[in-house]
């Protein structure tokens, strides 16, 4: 099945830094979704983007849903170790209006 | 509380034998979705159900079998004929097929 390419695939930060992180696709997509994944347990909804050029935030972070459809930017700001866990993004749409996943970032914070 | 339940957490099989995994929704979501994680890969679509009765495959379903009887519950079985059934588990749903998703907590198989 397709896959979003996402970057980048690891990064080890210190607490208090800003992280960035994106999905880009060949296709275009109605609707943008971050997940975290904490070990062990299923991903949660982060935010969640329907418009092209919207920018939301919730608490520390904050996503983008690309002007071209076919990319989006997370950003938390301020890290601290809780935000460690995996990001997955995801893009919806098409004909099938199938939900494509990204391979994920994995972001350690170190205190 | 509403939620998505996952069980067992963990599950242990013996290559040859099928098992089943149980999900189970009290958010009244129309859609249910079983997806398979392995590491240092994304999430990958093995069966999903828009309604009761009805289900479609995903992009991995050979191996695979589900059931819909009921609204809250889409139990996936992992049969013999899953040649690489080790991996985690999860169980997602949804008010409609354009809807985020909501995760359960995965049940992580392993197959010796």
């Known amino acids: 099945g397709q896959q979003l390419n996402q970057s980048p695939q690891s990064m080890f930060i210190q607490e208090g830094e800003d992280v960035s992180m994106n999905c880009t696709s060949s296709?275009?997509?109605?609707?943008w979704l971050w997940y975290k994944q904490e070990p062990g347990e299923g991903p949660v909804l982060l935010i969640a983007?329907?418009?092209?050029?919207e920018l939301t935030s919730n608490g520390r972070l904050t996503a983008q849903f690309g002007i071209t459809r076919k990319d989006s930017f997370l950003n938390i700001s301020a890290s601290i170790p809780s935000d460690v866990g995996i990001y997955f993004c995801?893009?919806?749409?098409?004909?099938?209006?199938?939900?494509?996943f990204g391979t994920g970032t994995l972001l350690a914070v170190q205190p | 509380d509403g939620g998505i339940t996952q069980s067992p957490k963990y599950l242990f099989r013996k290559e040859g034998q099928n098992v089943t995994l149980s999900c189970e929704q009290n958010?009244?979501?129309?859609?249910m979705y079983w997806y398979r994680q392995d590491p240092g890969q994304g999430l990958r679509l093995i069966y999903y159900?828009?309604?009761?009765?009805?289900?479609q495959k995903g992009d991995i379903a050979e191996g695979y079998s589900v059931s819909r009887e009921k609204k809250e519950s889409f139990p996936l079985t992992v049969t013999s004929a899953q040649k690489n059934p080790t991996a985690f588990y999860l169980c997602?749903?949804?008010?409609?097929?354009?809807?985020?998703?909501?995760f359960g907590n995965g049940t992580r198989l392993t197959v010796t």
């Open positions: 997602a749903s949804s008010t409609s097929r354009a809807s985020p998703l909501h």
């Open positions: 296709s275009i997509f109605n609707t």
């Open positions: 983007l329907y418009k092209a050029g």
């Open positions: 995801a893009g919806q749409g098409g004909a099938t209006n199938k939900l494509i």
């Open positions: 958010l009244n979501h129309d859609a």
């Open positions: 159900s828009q309604i009761v009765n009805d289900f």
